[in-house]
């Protein structure tokens, strides 16, 4: 177990303006500390959950999630190796992980300290990348969302927006609760039929955001569609 | 313009919904959103309840209001639970039917049309698959072809869809 390090964590704790991780960033000549930054707040909980999932404690997983940053991805060991060409970021990026902890297990057997009274353990022990892609799925959702919420309020479309995330928050859509008319009197919509072409709009945006930021973590058009059914498969 | 960054908590089928949003394709967005939007209307129409309130009644189809009226009596009952339950009798059912009827030769968009269209096939439908009744002039194969045409549609909700290929299945005694 690497010893936990006084690193310079500067780059986690900074808040990154970047939306987007792509693999020219990543792979770009100077690793940038607010690229870093992305980097470990995008991705430190899929990383965490994984480890968790291979039974490291809360604490072992957390310095894990450290090292493996600093180490590999800081010191561009993980990013050398990478081949944009061959494969979703997501996919790489769970193999990457469950190397390094396979090779931390292995080093450190006798003394490698398992989750026996942690209550914070994942539902699912045994399952590590089922854990890691539905937290990336998580994620990726989240931004998109933000990205979208965003976006109506720069176009002044603060009632689509609630519209749309009263729409997605329903307990359940073909429940007798939703009452759209009550809805459209309570945002000051004119009719359902609006409401809904509104709920339409921000729909069809969602989707343009949602695969545009699987296109920017290397997948084909073709492959979104095969990355979402995947991801699906983990719900 | 600064994002709130909050993060919106999404259980488990939220989150397969918008997965699932993500795998329609660009090519497929006119022709969904219309179809949406006919589901949309059609399930609203069909969650309505008895006794109805003014505020709703006013904001419902013309087509949904006088229905709901004169249907007072049956209170509590939505006009989707009328059609899928067998309890409903083959006089309310002619009701449901005759009023669609109606409103659909005098609706003014085609959206409108369609809606009541599918709530008379509708009413059709559960008279043959509750009371083995068919309380319509038309023949058997053109209610055959009217149901198969309706449970085909992408907007068609769940319930009256099978209510439709239920229809199908049944040899009726007529009215």
Request: proline share 3%.
């Amino acid at each position: 177990m690497p010893k936990r390090k006084d690193y310079n964590q500067s780059w986690m704790a900074e808040e990154s303006e970047f939306d987007t991780t792509q693999w020219t960033k990543i792979l770009g000549a100077s690793l940038s500390q607010s690229v870093m930054g992305e980097l470990y707040r995008k991705y430190r909980k899929p990383v965490y959950l994984y480890l968790r999932g291979r039974r490291f404690s809360d604490d072992a997983a957390r310095d894990l999630i450290q090292a493996f940053f600093t180490d590999k991805v800081l010191g561009r060991q993980l990013f050398k190796k990478a081949d944009p060409k061959k494969g979703k970021f997501r996919t790489f990026l769970l193999t990457s992980i469950r190397n390094y902890a396979i090779d931390i297990q292995r080093s450190q057997k006798p003394t490698v300290s398992l989750d026996d009274e942690d209550h914070d353990r994942p539902a699912r022990i045994g399952d590590p990348a089922v854990a890691f892609n539905r937290a990336w799925a998580m994620q990726l959702i989240q931004e998109t969302l933000q990205e979208l919420e965003a976006e109506c309020r720069q176009q002044d479309k603060q009632t689509h927006w609630e519209l749309f995330r009263q729409w997605l928050l329903d307990p359940d859509q073909n429940s007798e609760k939703t009452d759209m008319t009550a809805l459209c009197t309570q945002l000051h919509i004119k009719t359902p039929a609006q409401a809904y072409t509104m709920i339409f709009r921000l729909k069809d945006r969602f989707r343009a955001i949602f695969r545009g930021r699987l296109r920017s973590q290397g997948c084909t058009e073709t492959e979104v569609d095969q990355e979402i059914r995947e991801l699906l498969g983990v719900f | 313009m600064k994002s709130t960054k909050k993060k919106l908590r999404l259980n488990k089928k939220q989150t397969t919904r918008l997965l699932e949003l993500g795998l329609q394709s660009d090519s497929e967005l006119p022709q969904s959103n219309a179809d949406t939007l006919k589901e949309q209307l059609l399930v609203d129409a069909l969650r309505s309840k008895l006794p109805i309130d003014q505020a709703l009644e006013e904001a419902l189809p013309a087509m949904i209001q006088s229905l709901a009226r004169e249907l007072e009596s049956l209170s509590g009952s939505s006009l989707g639970e009328l059609l899928t339950s067998p309890e409903t009798s083959t006089e309310i059912l002619v009701k449901i039917k005759d009023h669609a009827k109606e409103r659909g030769n005098t609706a003014q968009k085609e959206t409108e049309r369609e809606i009541a269209l599918a709530v008379y096939y509708a009413a059709i439908a559960a008279a043959l698959v509750h009371h083995n009744t068919k309380i319509s002039e038309h023949t058997d194969q053109n209610l055959k072809n009217a149901f198969n045409k309706l449970e085909q549609h992408a907007w068609m909700p769940t319930n009256l869809r099978t209510l439709f290929q239920e229809a199908n299945t049944h040899h009726t005694t007529e009215t």
